[in-house]
């Protein structure tokens, strides 16, 4: 896999954004899809992730209610919606694929592909 973000920018808080993920040889059906933020002077926190044999779905307390998880499967890809962003949220938001697991998680040791991350930055 060779996982490519999308989506990241500056947006004031309160705004929203979107972010893809997708993969440039094809699609993501067959994976466990993590999202996860590194912060500038913080550990890299998973954010919400999508299990690949249902589509359950799992956020971090921090962004429940506010950031949603989901397949586009006309895309191939699968994005993230945020809304309601604060500057607590700025941060490298990355991708990362993993096609063992059962479920998915939030911590990052299972997942073997990563992309190369889309900087989000929201303003006060």
């Given at each position: ?9 500056l ?22 899809i ?18 690949s ?6 956020y ?13 499967y ?14 607590e ?15 998915c ?20």
């Amino acid at each position: 896999l060779q996982l490519v973000e999308s989506g990241g920018g500056l947006v004031q808080a309160g705004g929203s954004l979107r972010l893809s993920c997708g993969d440039s040889g094809g699609a993501l059906d067959n994976y466990a899809i993590g999202w996860f933020r590194k912060a500038q002077g913080k550990e890299r926190e998973g954010v919400a992730c999508i299990s690949s044999s249902d589509n359950s779905t799992w956020y971090a307390d921090s962004v429940k209610g506010r950031f949603t998880v989901a397949r586009d499967y006309g895309k191939k890809q699968v994005f993230l919606q945020m809304d309601s962003l604060n500057p607590e949220d700025t941060a490298i938001y990355y991708c990362a694929a993993e096609g063992l697991i059962v479920g998915c998680v939030l911590f990052s040791d299972p997942y073997d592909y990563w992309g190369q991350g889309t900087q989000v930055t929201v303003s006060s």
